[in-house]
């Protein structure tokens, strides 16, 4: 009969993990902190100092675990191990900490691209100084995995259990309680005891009283056999029956085939890991066979996944996104290559490969930053070129436009200067941070959405009004006016008691309607008829019109609205102009 856990026992094992980890325990301390510290108040001047501080913690975390991993395993002083994780733990600091203020997708990506990478090496780190046993590795990395599951686990149920707890005493003893001190916990359950229990679960590398001994749980076998292998297999019917098509009727592959055939291939390779300690034996024929043919079953695939991708670089040069699916599907080939080749393949060959590739795609000339940023601007330079000589037309124009989206978007407006010939002083002299449209049309060209399809009657046309402003440096005189705020077509405004005037809580609500936005305020709904105002308004009939501030005003029994327009595009069909998108400023104004 199992007994439940006395307090001394798990004040033993917490001590004992402390104990073993450390700098791992002080890192998702520190991390917890700071996340609290966000919590409390998001708007505080610190705010960078916190997130960078947070993901800092997030990957020392998981860099000191590979290193004790490692220096548990190969049995060395434990001062090195420290002096080792502080070193490496600076540069990972530093590399995050080197971001800019607002985090760009960029960025974001390589932050990402490091944690995963880092999570790999934990799974073979304490494999490095060893010999290795395919069977410890194994059963090392399904008791990492499940101890992953059970810590999710416990941290979720623990976290509902005290939050319906608080909430019971909240109601029914009208005890006042924060709301933020639902965050303190979650990030504390998340933070500290997560992070704690699951360490508690981490196997032992090398220690001979506790030997990692091959386990194999026949939920794990049932859930392969009955549940994931059907899976692939009928990913794997799909996607050869769709190369069979393509190769008979001599058509392109689709763009998002390529996420398809590596979605087949990574969870293809997981139930070959998931399979491998059983498909040896007697009576599971449907592994076995699986675990024959797999990797060669794959080998026409791949032909399917480089024409796929190469195509679309060949058509609009590199992006971080393509570049990592051809960096994944060249590591899937190395895979599928080595695998095939060994007659004893090891199997930390996979999360070591792609580990390595993963930090090579972080920096460096051959990163994906650098590579999809040189791509770009060579497509960018050849167009500024050609447009020397001709007239770019409505694809090319498109296809420009989608380039400075890239640039400006991840690189800003300064990068395009040296190819430009001066087209753009006068413009970051008015704006720092200009737009895609206000780019192209200082150029010369006419900024082409990529989903906007070209017009097939002569008597359609586009109109583009965007208001050439700083939003970053702009300083407005709003006297007489109580509240502003930006809403728009794509962006429902919900502001629910968000703002407090002469001691009167203010709700504010915007809903889409044909004519355009219906603006509550409170009990009170105020309709903003913007189509009819911008077909009445000639100073929007221009194809790219830019520059002059166009306003709107509205008046209610209880409201004066003053409407500026930011940015409006659609469609000219004849007389009447449709409304794909628009944002507006408002400013209210209560009447007493």
Not at 113 to 129: E, K, N, Y
Not at 434 to 440: F, N, T
């Amino acid at each position: 009969m199992s007994k439940f856990p006395s307090l001394q026992n798990v004040i033993n094992a917490t001590q004992k993990t402390i104990l073993r980890f450390p700098l791992e325990t002080i890192t998702a301390i520190c991390g917890t902190i700071c996340a609290i510290l966000l919590v409390e108040d998001e708007n505080r001047e610190s705010k960078e100092l916190l997130m960078k501080t947070i993901m800092s913690s997030l990957l020392c975390l998981v860099l000191f675990l590979s290193i004790s991993l490692f220096f548990e395993a190969s049995k060395k002083n434990t001062i090195i191990r420290f002096l080792t994780s502080l070193a490496l733990g600076s540069i990972a600091i530093a590399f995050v900490f080197s971001f800019k203020k607002d985090i760009t997708e960029v960025e974001m990506q390589q932050f990402l691209t490091f944690a995963i990478s880092l999570h790999l090496l934990v799974s073979f780190a304490g494999f490095i100084p060893k010999k290795y046993n395919q069977d410890e590795f194994w059963e090392f990395n399904k008791q990492l995995f499940l101890r992953i599951l059970t810590a999710g686990l416990y941290s979720a149920v623990l976290y509902l259990g005290l939050t319906l707890a608080i909430t019971a005493i909240k109601e029914l003893f009208s005890v006042e309680i924060d709301g933020k001190f639902y965050g303190y916990l979650f990030f504390t359950i998340a933070g500290i005891f997560n992070t704690i229990f699951f360490l508690n679960g981490v196997p032992e590398i090398g220690n001979k009283e506790f030997s990692l001994k091959l386990s194999y749980p026949n939920g794990l076998k049932n859930f392969t056999q009955y549940v994931l292998l059907p899976l692939i297999s009928l990913y794997l019917v799909i996607l050869i029956c769709y190369e069979t098509k393509i190769l008979i009727t001599l058509s392109l592959p689709v763009g998002w085939v390529s996420y398809l055939v590596l979605a087949f291939a990574v969870f293809g390779i997981l139930s070959f890991l998931l399979v491998l300690p059983i498909a040896t034996q007697t009576g599971n024929l449907w592994m076995r066979t699986f675990n024959r043919w797999f990797y060669y079953l794959l080998v026409p695939l791949l032909g399917l996944l480089f024409w796929a991708i190469l195509y679309r670089i060949h058509l609009y040069g590199f992006t971080h996104e393509r570049y990592y699916v051809l960096l994944l599907s060249i590591w899937l080939t190395i895979v599928v290559v080595y695998f095939i080749i060994q007659k004893q393949p090891k199997i930390k060959f996979i999360p070591i490969s792609m580990c390595i590739a993963g930090l090579l795609s972080i920096v460096g000339p051959q990163s994906a930053d650098s590579i999809s940023k040189n791509s770009q601007l060579a497509r960018f330079e050849s167009y500024m070129q050609k447009t020397e000589k001709v007239k770019l037309s409505f694809e090319q124009e498109q296809d420009l436009s989608s380039i400075v989206d890239f640039l400006e978007k991840n690189y800003t407006a300064k990068i395009l200067v040296p190819y430009t010939k001066d087209k753009l002083t006068s413009l970051l002299k008015k704006d720092k941070n200009p737009d895609s449209s206000q780019i192209m049309k200082a150029l010369g060209f006419q900024y082409r959405d990529s989903y906007r399809k070209r017009e097939r009657e002569e008597n359609d046309n586009e109109f583009y009004y965007n208001l050439y402003k700083n939003e970053q440096q702009s300083i407005e005189n709003i006297h007489g006016y109580d509240m502003s705020f930006s809403i728009g077509n794509n962006n429902d405004l919900e502001c629910k008691e968000c703002i407090n005037i002469n001691n009167t809580n203010y709700s504010v609500l915007s809903s889409k309607k044909d004519y355009g936005l219906d603006l509550q305020i409170n009990q009170d709904t105020i309709p903003l008829k913007i189509v009819d105002f911008v077909n009445a308004n000639p100073a929007f009939d221009q194809s790219d019109n830019s520059g002059g501030k166009i306003i709107q005003k509205i008046e209610s029994p209880k409201y004066s609205i003053l409407i500026t327009y930011i940015t409006v595009s659609g469609e000219i069909k004849g007389r009447k102009k449709t409304l794909d998108r628009y944002q507006i400023k408002v400013l209210v104004d209560i009447k007493t």
